[in-house]
DNA sequence: CGATCGTGAGTAACCGGTTTCTAGCAGGCA
DNA sequence: TGCCTGCTAGAAACCGGTTACTCACGATCG
């Protein structure tokens, strides 16, 4: 079928179509300055007729570079790293930049590979919260570079970085409930190798140990809804007057375990999560956290890789401070 | 910096320093046949030393294939694709595949020419839900092939189509009601435009004319959790004892509108979604709904995509249905 | 009017691989 | 011993573009 324009049409069949050479046809297809006009429509009017476009791959070989750039994400399922990659594909997108996506599904002994093997089919890299040993993702560096990373500093190296300051979200979340009035917050702790996890609760005790305000409370508990739902009957036993959980999951699972328990939130309890994903406006009641700028990290991660495209070297340490949404779990203690 | 190694080893200087020629090192490389052990290790030494990797851009322009296929979203924020993005990369990626992802933003003039562009860097393509008249993506099947289409038929043409079948979800959905004693049920509609709408909606219609076992009432409403919201006044109004949402997010609209309304779900009136997102699980109540299977459709996009690649033709038109999910927002009417 | 300059287009080298074709060499057989 | 066969490895063409270099031509200037 459609064996006419089938097997598409080269710049050699065009030049030869126009009665020219395969350099002047390169040079009208890419616009270049000296071409006399009527040779050039000459040459349109030839690859018009035969449904000609120069082919990406040919010119990525010979121009070296693809137009293309490769993000690297642990978790694809994470609501967070979604964002991420939504906001970098639309602003590469508008640069003329496609977007070539690997997953590493937690899997740190894969993220190498898969990271080297991806930069080289095209032009740079961004590694969203790479979980590799920093001597590891040291080393890598030349081989990466252009690359801007994303939840993940590297000290004394030249590659951007974009990061949560996770300490100054607790921070503010810690100073709404204390208006509020709690003096006894428990903290339900996530995964304790997350990087994000030891920020959070470093901040915790950071604070609490200062400010003598509020007494802390740490629960062990995980990242997901069924972790937090788990915890409720826990938390409960503490008495303490609020909750703060690693994340949003674990704060819906907490809210949905103490509705189980008949507990009025937040009447008889406050519960704040971090993160704020897409569906942290839709829980009963709508939940009180700390909003990380995924579009901004994304958005900024391909401003960052596209000066360094252009030979303009972009070192920079970013920290995004998180914006409080206060919304209905949280309330003042009775 | 990094001056030594900088600018990667060609296959040239991998020949020249193992003193052989170019088409004996890209024999080793590729474990072609014959080659004597050697020569085999020598090449193989040279390589090692200089930390050498066939480009893939290259090897892309020399073999006709670039062992990389493309999707196309119409948003990548809807949960549905996601899931379809993941599970695609992930069986993709097994069979060494990259994905490329581009995104249309819904908007229709988009998404011929991201298509074409994003399939000539490629071997094949996945559309996703696309929001093209058909007449258009007939046209377009030549240039784009091989493709698969998801939630999309494309009748008379040969390209596999993997689709939902809404009709057999809404089945189970009503039969599950009308168990539970329901005898009156609103629809809260989509997008008019939305196949998916249109294919519930009709569903429904059959049902409801087919048994006359129940009432069906219509309410425009949207897509989004906010319309469903604001439906919730409505919704009580018309007496209705069970409501049929038009997805997920509709759903859960309802039922927040519903409860701030006091009304009590499941006891007072059922709700039901449709999609499984993975949030579903989490309100509360838990949502009844119809899992719609994203894993099985991306692992399946991949497969037929294979097929073709290896050449057989692939043509087939798949309806999965959807597995019907009794979680805690429906019960037995009073 | 002749030398010079600027301009437009073609030639050929190059990007970094793969693969067909061919030549050399060793071994087997008559 | 001579010829044919089979295997290995190199030479060269090819994939489809881009671009440095070169050359011919007409215009400008002295």
Redesign the interface.
Known sequence: ??GR??STATISRVAEAAGVSRATVSRVMNGRSTVAPELAARVLAAAEALDY?P????R??ALGR?A?IALIVPD??NPMF??V??SL??AA?EDGH??????S?EHVEDEEILAI??R??CDGIVLASPRLPTEDLRRLV?QLAPMVLINRKLPGSDVPSLSVDHGAGISDLVSHLLSLGHRKIVYLAGPPVAMSNVERLTALRRLSDNGRQFELIQLACGAM?DNGHAAAGEVMSTGATAVVAYNDMVA??A??GL?ELGVSVPDQISVTGFDDI??A????PPLTTAAVPTGTLGRQAWEHLREQLQGHSSTQETDFRPRLLVRGSTGRTT
Chains 1, 2 share one sequence.
């Open positions: 079928m459609s324009t089938r476009a082919s990406p791959v040919a990525s070989l693809t293309t694809l399922s979604q964002d990659l939504r594909s639309l997108g496609r977007l070539l996506i690997a997953e599904n093997e991806a080289r089919r030349p809804f819906f699972g809210l949905s509705h897409p569906f406006r839709f829980t009963t």
